[in-house]
């Protein structure tokens, strides 16, 4: 464009000079060797600039022709390189693509026409082509020769990572990570790498350190950089909670304040301020994170904020979140294990009826199984709710690596840092309750006969049921001992009998929701779950009638029907007696 202007100026006075003269007529005369020339201003001129084009002419023809051997070079030069970068082109491609052997012979073409010294990225096609022809050491010497190469050292080092991941190196995988992390911290592959790494050590302070060298480059989204500073720090609050809780304290609610509704900060800082004895403080974190996510471990940590409060100070505490956090599930399922430990029954029932209106969940139904248990003690209401607590949805917990822990940590099982969810685990697939169903009447309850007694005598043989095998034992004197004998076990699927019915017999929770589902029994032999996974069962109810029969063509014993009532038959008599079930 420059260029252009400058001819188009040079042109314009050009002709400017040419018509000034042509206005001012005069003659030029020259006397040279006796002759004398004569001729007018404007043919001197013409002269004059002609003369001096004939020469940049005949300057530009003799330049051109000494150094045409030099400019032939580069135009074939130029050519060379422009077929190397096109090979190199389509081979990238083709390495893209999948297609190992289009790619190879693109890269060999490249490396003809093209110096690997001026372009690294053949090495780079070079290397992709060798891992996908399954050449993995020509690839992990290529990726070396590039991390050489200070151009290419952050290429280089991410092929070898890579490599050593595939190959299970952890410890090579880290030290490629971490070379990678020091020259470029804001690589995303090399820093979560080398962050999980020194999470996995327990070095938080230089975890800190490489959070902040990230947060610095500012290439990353600040809410990552907010959330991986949390949780480091709620790490080392952990840590160092026993023996330092006032570093504990500082770290926690820094972590706090940077994540407000992340629990785990929460509750490390709550702790740490109770040791500081700083309660009020400590409760003021715990509400405005349950405000925010409402939690079980939140609702723990609050209720027993003092230990000397009593049970119902326990209570008014619970009634304060549920007031927090209005028609939740945790909220009425923390009333309702505060006013079951305190006595309050009426009040710990409605309030876990209420959480299974609004989610029915497991725990609920344990929770109505233990106010059963500790106000009627009718074992017929407690097997119920045990019952519907096996089919009900699970409660959330912290899952990470499809594995579930009590806790939360930093790091998962694998490595992973920051890894943990709190969510509902996803392994039940049978058939669960909703909440039209959950709350059905209960079975009524009813005293034993007359005459009934735990040491009486029972005519009612003992049923085993065993992997491919059912056996039924004469019937046991000793009340006592049949209560121990007694037992049908039943491995792999989940099968509901009718036909046996369990001794009333004070459980504890864990133990007593195993042993609930009791409805039916399939007459055929249970197949053998130990060959093949265990998979959800519909529903198998036999008649009754069916099943008695066989028992009674296989030992030659008639039983008399069970009803199919869970709780205490209204007309057993003395002859009757309960048979424990059992579920291994």
């Given at each position: 464009?420059?260029?252009?202007?400058?001819?188009?100026?040079?042109?314009?006075a050009?002709?400017?000079?040419?018509?000034w003269?042509?206005?001012?007529?005069?003659d030029?005369?020259?006397?040279?060797?006796?002759?004398?020339?004569?001729?007018?201003?404007?043919?001197?001129?013409?002269l004059?600039?002609?003369?001096?084009?004939?020469?940049?002419?005949?300057?530009?023809?003799?330049?051109?022709?000494?150094?045409?051997?030099?400019?032939?070079?580069?135009?074939?030069?130029?050519?060379r390189?422009?077929?190397g970068?096109?090979?190199?082109?389509?081979g990238?491609?083709a390495?893209?693509?999948?297609?190992?052997?289009?790619?190879?012979?693109?890269?060999?073409q490249?490396?003809?026409?093209?110096?690997?010294?001026?372009?690294p990225?053949?090495h780079?096609?070079?290397?992709?082509?060798?891992?996908?022809?399954?050449?993995?050491?020509?690839?992990?010497?290529?990726?070396a020769?590039?991390?050489e190469?200070?151009?290419?050292?952050?290429l280089?080092?991410?092929?070898?990572?890579?490599e050593?991941?595939?190959?299970?190196?952890?410890?090579?995988?880290?030290?490629?990570?971490g070379?990678?992390?020091?020259?470029?911290?804001q690589?995303?592959?090399?820093?979560?790498?080398?962050?999980?790494?020194?999470?996995?050590?327990?070095?938080?302070?230089?975890?800190?350190?490489?959070?902040?060298?990230?947060?610095?480059?500012?290439?990353?989204?600040?809410?990552?950089?907010?959330?991986?500073?949390?949780?480091?720090?709620?790490?080392?609050?952990?840590?160092?909670?026993?023996?330092?809780?006032?570093?504990?304290?500082?770290?926690?609610?820094?972590a706090?304040?940077?994540?407000?509704?992340?629990?785990?900060?929460?509750?490390?800082?709550?702790k740490?301020?109770?040791?500081?004895?700083?309660?009020?403080?400590?409760?003021?974190?715990?509400?405005?994170t349950?405000?925010?996510?409402?939690?079980?471990?939140?609702?723990?940590?609050?209720?027993?904020?003092?230990p000397?409060?009593?049970?119902?100070?326990?209570?008014?505490?619970?009634?304060?979140?549920?007031?927090?956090?209005?028609?939740?599930v945790?909220?009425?399922l923390?009333?309702?294990r505060a006013?079951?430990?305190?006595g309050?029954?009426?009040?710990?029932?409605?309030?876990?009826?209420?959480?299974?209106?609004?989610?029915?969940?497991?725990?609920?139904?344990?929770?109505l199984a233990?106010?059963?248990?500790?106000?009627t003690g009718?074992?017929?209401?407690?097997?119920?709710?045990?019952?519907?607590?096996?089919?009900?949805?699970?409660?959330?917990?912290?899952?990470?690596?499809?594995?579930?822990?009590e806790?939360?940590a930093?790091?998962?099982?694998s490595?992973?840092?920051?890894?943990?969810?709190?969510?509902?685990?996803?392994?039940?697939?049978?058939?669960?309750?909703?909440?039209?169903?959950?709350?059905e009447?209960?079975?009524?309850?009813?005293?034993?006969?007359?005459?009934?007694s735990?040491?009486?005598?029972?005519?009612e043989p003992?049923?085993?049921?065993?992997?491919?095998?059912?056996?039924?034992?004469?019937?046991?004197?000793?009340?006592?001992?049949?209560?121990e004998?007694?037992?049908?076990?039943?491995?792999?699927?989940?099968?509901?009998?009718?036909?046996?019915?369990?001794?009333?017999?004070?459980?504890p929770?864990?133990?007593?929701?195993?042993?609930?589902?009791?409805?039916?029994?399939?007459?055929?032999?249970?197949?053998d779950?130990a060959?093949?996974?265990?998979?959800?069962?519909a529903?198998t109810?036999?008649?009754?009638?069916?099943?008695?029969?066989?028992?009674?063509?296989?030992?030659?014993?008639?039983?008399?029907p069970i009803?199919?009532?869970?709780?205490?038959?209204?007309?057993?008599?003395?002859?009757?007696?309960?048979?424990?079930?059992?579920?291994?």
């Open positions: 464009m420059f260029r252009i202007l400058f001819y188009f100026l040079l042109i314009f050009l002709g400017l000079g040419f018509a003269l042509a206005e001012r007529p005069g030029l005369v020259v006397t040279f060797g006796g002759y004398r020339y004569e001729v007018t201003l404007m043919v001197a001129a013409v004059l600039v002609g003369v001096v084009a004939a020469v940049m002419i005949t300057w530009w023809l003799l330049k051109s022709i000494w150094y045409s051997p030099k400019t032939v070079a580069r135009h074939f030069r130029v050519r390189r422009d077929r970068y096109q090979a190199l082109s389509t990238l491609i390495a893209g693509a999948g297609d190992g052997g289009v790619a190879r012979r693109m890269g060999a490249a490396s003809k026409l093209i110096s690997s010294d001026q372009e990225l053949i780079l096609l070079d290397a992709q082509a060798a891992m996908l022809e399954g050449d993995h050491e020509t690839a992990r010497k290529k990726f020769a590039m991390a190469d200070p151009e290419t050292r952050l280089g080092l991410r092929g070898l990572y890579l050593a991941e595939r190959l299970g190196e952890r410890e090579a995988a880290e030290h490629y990570a070379e990678a992390a020091k020259q470029a911290p690589l995303g592959w090399a820093s979560n790498a080398a962050l999980a790494i020194r999470a996995r050590e327990g070095e938080w302070d230089s975890a800190l350190s490489l959070v902040d060298a990230q947060k610095s480059a500012k290439h990353q989204d600040k809410d990552a950089i907010k959330r991986r500073r949390a949780v480091l720090l709620t790490a080392k609050a952990m840590e160092v909670l026993d023996s330092d809780p006032t570093t504990a304290r500082s770290a926690a609610l820094e706090h304040k940077l994540q407000p509704e992340f629990v785990p900060a929460a509750v490390t800082a709550a740490a301020l109770f040791r500081n004895n700083e309660l009020r403080k400590a409760a003021k974190v715990l509400e405005s349950w405000k925010k996510e409402p939690h079980p471990e939140l609702a723990d940590a609050y209720l027993h904020a003092r000397g409060d009593s049970t119902h100070d326990r209570l008014d505490r619970a009634r304060k979140l549920r007031g927090l956090k209005p028609n939740n945790e909220s009425e923390a009333v309702a006013a079951l430990e305190a309050e029954y009426s009040e710990a029932r409605k309030a876990a009826e209420a959480a299974i209106r609004i989610a029915p969940r497991e725990s609920a139904f344990l929770i233990d106010i059963e248990e500790a106000e009718e074992q017929g209401r407690v097997r119920h709710w045990l019952q519907k607590a096996l089919r009900a949805p699970r409660d959330p917990a912290w899952i990470a690596d499809g594995q579930v822990s806790r939360w930093p790091v998962s099982p490595g992973r840092f920051d890894a943990y969810e709190w969510r509902v685990p996803v392994e039940r697939l049978a058939p669960v309750l909703d909440a039209n169903d959950a709350l009447p209960l079975p009524a309850i009813s005293a034993p006969p007359a005459g009934a735990s040491a009486g005598k029972s005519d003992e049923i085993v049921v065993e992997e491919g095998l059912t056996e039924v034992k004469p019937p046991v004197a000793d009340k006592t001992k049949q209560d004998a007694a037992t049908t076990s039943v491995k792999g699927d989940m099968v509901q009998a009718d036909e046996v019915q369990e001794k009333p017999k004070a459980q929770k864990a133990e007593a929701a195993a042993a609930a589902p009791v409805t039916d029994v399939k007459p055929e032999p249970v197949a779950t060959a093949e996974k265990p998979k959800p069962v529903d109810t036999v008649p009754a009638t069916a099943h008695r029969k066989r028992l009674a063509e296989e030992d030659k014993v008639k039983r008399p009803p199919d009532d869970p709780g205490v038959d209204p007309d057993d008599d003395d002859t009757k007696t309960q048979q424990g079930f059992r579920l291994f």
